[in-house]
């Protein structure tokens, strides 16, 4: 429960609180606008100091105090609150004093994820990063030393001196291109469209970098995920280690929401799913059928027609993981043992619901 | 029939009427265009409302006039007629109500196929994007109240504002960089040229994900269509179910327009052709010889020398699947049975005609 | 003899007369340059018609004139010709006829291969790119249609139309970002932050397929090439075919020039040589020795130290086929028959050699 | 020695070079920073001709002196030195003089590393990049002459003359959109918009085939790393030459300082470590336990419940390198051996300090 109330919450309260500062900062804005904004950050910032002390008291008593205040959550709690209380304190709520508020999208459960994703991938793709930012800044250097040389004479405000240069070499090597710094001579010109395809072959190195290295470990931690989920299945237990970790590479996780249509009857499909956390209620005219964690439903759509035979809705967030048909025929080309599993356990259903509700399977 | 039509003909209006609509708004365009354009818009809309009630009508008759309404191509359907109409009893046909005509661009058949795919990746790699996202935004955040602490007293019109200040840094941290707003003291272009660099990395992130799970699902459908169509090739009924696996995986699938040339004589050709649907004919000396869905031609290509012995023309829209030299190396390294098959069937044809039509296998 | 020449030939006489092109543009350069300029067109102009009526005359000769006139090369040849003879002609020789000229640059050799090339990438990938096409539309319409809205009337000039508005929003969506057209409103700006995130969306799907294309289909290429390349080094005919196949994908092809060092004593090694085509020099005391087509050398990297022990030098434009330590490693794990192969044919080497030539390996 | 210490000694020096280098063009700049600065550029050459004379005799003495000089270090060092000098002799001590000291970036060890990777990417791909090229240069000349064409009238001084179009090429094809030269007829317009289009795809395939090539060189690169590393760990010896191999490609390597902590007590983990290089300590409560080259940590995560049950830290400069969970299950499934081993060794290490000290592995 401590866990799955704050994604909402936290996702409110930040939003109402960094629209208010933004609204804080417009000077031409109705003071009614104004005052209402200032209301709206001293509440926010009382939640989170409650929510703060709140967790602090409650890691004391459970002797994780230190481990709190070190995890990145702890950290992110602390930064919410102490800096922008410590600037009202010492100088009064002003739009800037406000302004550390911005500190609250730090709180948002996702900024740590990826944040924390984006850490790993840095560390491990390090060295190959290194190179990149090494060629990077030699070429930047490079451009504006020449850059200055060609246009100094010409546009001393713009290119006398190397900081100036430097910002040119940035906005131009990064494809921005403001337009406020432009050579003007003919072989500064040169210089700026070699550093532009520079920029791209760069750019190029960077994108292929961060994207491998962020991809691969998307697909480590997805891995992880399903291998843990998919042995928590009891369906799959029969299945050798193997295959089991072939599958858990298979299967796609998708988390979904309450009251969440999965499969829409009529509609053409082309996957199963298994539930590995949550419920659904398959609708069928005699009334809903429920089903829970470890069973599957959608399977019709590999072993028969692909038209699904009855709506199926979440009634509780769900974890669900998707088997696609594709995924299925290479699978069970190798390992027939999960074919002859549904096949049989679709069999059984089949026969056990045959008269009343022969289009319970959901498939 | 139904559906072969639409796809020339929704292109052809929609193009006319889109045409016509930009033309309405160019104010210094002689009267007669004006006149002329407002004639096809209403031709356009007339065309759009007889189709969508015809449409409307029949599924009506066939008892699926929710299942119609409720799909992506009834909804389109709708979106292009029911606004458009509204607006023009309401205020009257005037360039700005027709700018509703926008809303045809959604009967292309590939906005809707398109938008399909592009759905089924966000939902299934969004949290991915969502990190990625997030981290935009707290680089974009952190950038304009940065800036705008930075350069608020010296340009109060651009940064004195958060808004302004946040659309500085969109406009930075997308590269796209108009040069509107363009910090001028020391500090803020230090700050600027990080968020350029920080936009970079944002980019090569978020250029990764989309493209990675854009491929993913690409070769997945495209996997799923292959298998249907190889499970229909009766030529290929004799392999194993791994074999056809493997199989489906390699061929790519092709869609050619009647009447087109698929290999020319003389030519050197790398792969042969298996037709999935359609007819072509081969062009040999004696007349042409037709062959239709499940036959193969090409096949010299990946046998003998490589040089095409005749040209072969479709001659009804065909979808063929193309296996290359090398996935067929690769392949029959592995399943030795296809290279008999195709050697035996290619000696076999050989035989049968070889007095009269040496040249008829198109290879 | 009739291929080798022409690829530094033409792009000598294609860089010249461009340059001299370029150079008869610019009007405030001295009368000489314009004049020498001018020559130097006229003579580059006779050299391509002498080339394409020797051409003409050869293929009519062996009887493949038509072949030659509808190939890539024979287009580019009479595109280079007959416009720029035809408009000098009728128009007299000026700067704007010379443009003409620019076709010449059709000609070089890199421009059909890549064309060839990216034109299979687009066939192979039509349906996908159609779709971020027609997605890439949507989004630069419906921006330009709600900026036009926004802005026309603050700034008639610039958004009062809808092709202005266009225009703006390719600008956006591209993230070029000129600067000519910049919304002022709230609303305006707002719709130009969307347009360019999605740009970056857009951008990233385009550049994924065009990516996962190019390089799926220059490695199907580099593979046939290899295959053929290996399948005629007699060393390897003793190994499996799919042992072939697999060594196919692990060489990498490297084309050298004519006198190029291909590895350099005592510097450290880790990958080792076959010759496809042309010959090497192995630089030892006693005099160079000679390896031709289907030799290899620099096998100790793979074998002993990875220290060169000789310099080895091309004599002729050479083709070698590259093998790294950590292909060789993985390849041999399974297949141990390479292994002994280099192993006993370095072994006899090392015999024969043992007291005149030890380092004669070039290992 | 010799080469642990130049890595941050360079880093240090390069940077104070220069950041004094900067300074010293700054011409607002009081005179005291402006003296500092020429003093600090003094002190820094002095170091780095010193370096270079230690060097040259160092590698004279052992006979390497041409080895040296013709080594890429060995150039950077020639060119760190030699050029300046020779300025500062010959025309005094200038800003401009001191310009040249831009070259002891090339100094930075990253520098030599990235350029190196990059020249052998380069290299491999030489064809498609050469395609790319190509296409890019027939884009942007045509577009250059197109743009020439519709705008030469109305603004001669920006597209009068072919270079002035072909800066604006460039400019609108990378997507830098400076804003100095823009079209301004509707057929300038259009052109320019269709130019930006192509920039995205030919931008697309150079992202494309670099990524490509880099990640694809990294890869290889560090597969030769880790195999030299595993090879030299005793506990892999017993496994299966193909286990090693499989074994060299999922293990990443992770170079770390001195007194890194490398797990911590309480923390969830999902990888364990062997170490390659250097030593950790792991901290129990009767005091640490140290561990060398060869042995491994955090096997516990692999085994049981994924708790880190002590905090680890590195005594010296370590090289670990890593087995996450998820790779571990694959490698398992195939191959139960090196699961059997970590087993029987924990189970050893568990039984000899199972009294004192139960949690000294660290896992």
Redesign the interface.
Known sequence: MMRRIPTYFHLTIVTVG?VS??AL???DAPPLIRQTSERALFACLAIFIAEWLGKLVYAARSGTLL?YARSVGGLADALAVVPLAAALLLAGSSP?AW?IA?LW??K?P??S???S??NRVI??EA??L?????????IL??AA?MV??AEREQQPAAF????GA??WA???L???????A?PQT?LG?LI??LV??G???V??????????G??AE?R?RE??QN?QLVSNVPFFKSLA??AI?ELARLL?R?DMPEKTVVIRE?RVG?CMYFIAAGAVEVQVKHGPVKLGPGAFFGEMALLGSGVRTATVITTEPSTLLIL???DF??FT??NPDLAHLIESEAGKRGGKHAHAAEKAKGG
């Open positions: 960094i500062m933004i900062t417009m000077q481990a800037t302004l911005s999208i730090l948002l996702p900024a994820s990826g944040l994703l984006l560390a491990l060295r190959s290194a190179s990149v930012a090494t060629l990077f800044f030699v250097f490079f030393v200055h040389l006398g001196s190397l900081p430097l910002y940035v906005t131009t990064t494809t921005t291109g403001y337009g406020d432009v003919g010109r700026a469209g532009m395809i920029g791209l072959a750019f190029g190195l960077w994108t292929g970098i961060l994207a491998t962020f991809a998307s480590r891995f992880i291998w280690p193997s970790i796609r998708w009529g082309d696609e048909v594709a025929r290479a080309a190798a």
